[in-house]
């Protein structure tokens, strides 16, 4: 079993910066992610790391949010600079554990509110 605890969300003005942080508890911990919901839209991927640090990220937030993970910390965090406007939603973050025979086993934080907006 994993648990996510995430934190770091808030209010801030467009062109303002926020760092998310998401720490997991379990072992086996693969890929980890943040994603975001806002209202009204389906879910999309933001940002998600491996664990040997390979990257990828939506093209809407390329240059701009980077995404990096503490080994001995089992915490992955997103750092957000040049908020716009349509960065508000939800952030989850998400982790991908390797149980018996190799299955996959996805787990989803409770969520941060990040909002964006003068």
């Known amino acids: 079993q994993v648990q996510l605890v995430e934190s770091g969300g808030g209010l801030v003005q467009p062109g303002g910066s926020l760092r998310l942080s998401c720490a997991a508890s379990?072992?086996?911990?693969?890929?980890m992610g943040w994603y975001r919901q806002a209202p009204g839209k389906q879910r999309e991927l933001v940002a998600t790391?491996?664990?040997?640090?390979?990257?990828n990220y939506a093209d809407s937030v390329k240059g701009r949010f980077t995404i990096s993970r503490d080994h001995a910390k089992n915490t992955v965090y997103l750092q957000m600079n040049s908020l716009k406007p349509e960065d508000t939603a939800v952030y989850l973050c998400?982790?991908?554990?390797?149980?018996?025979?190799?299955?996959?086993?996805?787990?989803w934080g409770q969520g941060t509110q990040v909002t964006v907006s003068s």
């Open positions: 379990g072992s086996d911990i693969n890929a």
């Open positions: 998400q982790a991908t554990q390797i149980a018996a025979y190799g299955v996959l086993v996805y787990y």
């Open positions: 790391i491996t664990s040997n640090c390979a990257t």
